[in-house]
């Protein structure tokens, strides 16, 4: 059976962009299960399933639906057990959390100076507006002067990376010699980046980097199957 | 049979402070296995066990040394599959790697800032010569120098937890419901500064706190058998 994912997008529906929705995919992908995706712009999240959810990724599997990207990784664990792991057992279970939890605090917040007035340019113009509206109420300043720190952060990000890239140097992946969900999570953020900006965050030759492109490269190359922003 | 663990003291045999013999120490407990304590000076590390290693904590089970708390307690795990799990499975494993970088990178910078002088007054006498001399050429400053910035640095410090303060708002422990050595390891750089030094790192109402006060409980309160630095 087919799960439906619902996935953000803006002017042009073959590019998805967002992080969680990204590691909704590389799960759904990891566990080799056949999705049809619904293109889902802002404005359109609290229509889908009834207004089951305020954001995105939202799957439908059967009768099932699932918000959050974290709790989808959990369902798809649980609902197929015999296709390959996402956590690697209990203990991955439980430390993807704080991953999750970093990455979102250490990458999100940068990415997000990093790409806003790109991802502002990607959306439709009823979508524009409320990002705008949105952003800016929640920056307290406008999309330009929040991108105008970029530069200036640029440094700082690259050494909050430094406990991945550290940890880089013992295996290729944070789950271990191949990837799990906790990939997953970090993937999605610097995809995210990909996607929205042609900004440069890392370096060729940043481990970072080189394991992000090893994460491209999974599952049939699927993260390459979207251009990086140019 | 019982395992002998060598680990860091001071002047004072009964106060082993290193953040990575604690770690070890927990481990043990862990598993529930019978130990004796090697007390060792920083000056007596490079003879222990014919030069087996440069640093401590070391272990000899039976006729096996192995050095390095990460190795300690990947070696427990496979010695002793029956006894609880300092892992959760693979995937704790492989995540508990990123877990140790990140403590290792972003809590025993600010640890050593705040407790250097305090680690310094808690050597003997020849130890003491040993430690200023050997971390004034690390940091290129005198320790006086260094621990001058622990004020400044304090609420970036408690910033930096975030991704850990967060995780809590999930789950009690970076385990999940029950502590794993992931727990264990950001336990010892936070034992290390208790048992260092007075100077108060966290407020008592961060969940931090709370969790770290949680771990000082496990194992029969085993944390607390050694006193707060007053």
């Known amino acids: ?66 918000i959050d990207s974290f709790d989808i990784a959990l369902y798809l664990e649980e609902a197929y057990p ?47 507006v409320y990002f705008r509206q949105s952003r800016e109420q929640r920056f307290g300043r406008q999309l330009e002067d929040v991108v105008a720190a970029r530069d200036a952060g640029l440094a700082a990000f690259r050494t909050s990376l430094e406990p991945l890239r550290s940890m880089l140097g013992y295996q290729p992946f944070i789950g271990g010699t191949s990837p799990l969900f906790a990939d997953y999570i970090v993937f999605g953020a610097l995809q995210w980046a990909r996607i929205a900006t042609p900004y440069q965050l890392l370096e060729d030759s940043d481990a970072v980097a080189q394991w992000f492109a090893r994460c491209l490269d999974l599952h049939g190359g699927l993260g390459r199957k979207v251009a990086a922003a140019a």
């Not at 953000?8 to 909704?24: M, N, T």
């Not at 015999?82 to 956590?87: A, G, H």
């Not at 990455?103 to 979508?127: F, G």
């Open 82 to 128: 015999d296709r390959p792991t996402l956590f690697g057992g209990d203990g991955g279970k439980a430390m993807a959390r704080f991953i999750e939890r970093w990455s979102q605090l250490t990458i999100h917040p940068y990415v997000t100076t990093a790409a806003l007035v790109d991802l502002h340019a990607m959306q439709d113009e009823e979508n524009a």
């Open 1 to 66: 059976m087919t799960i439906l994912l619902y996935e953000l997008v803006g002017r042009d529906e073959s590019r998805p962009f967002s992080p969680h929705c990204w590691k909704a995919t590389m799960a759904l992908a990891h566990k080799g299960l056949d999705i049809s995706t619904a293109p889902t712009r802002f404005l359109e999240v609290p229509a889908i399933e009834g207004g089951a959810s305020k954001t995105v990724p939202v799957i439908r599997d059967g009768d099932k639906v699932v």
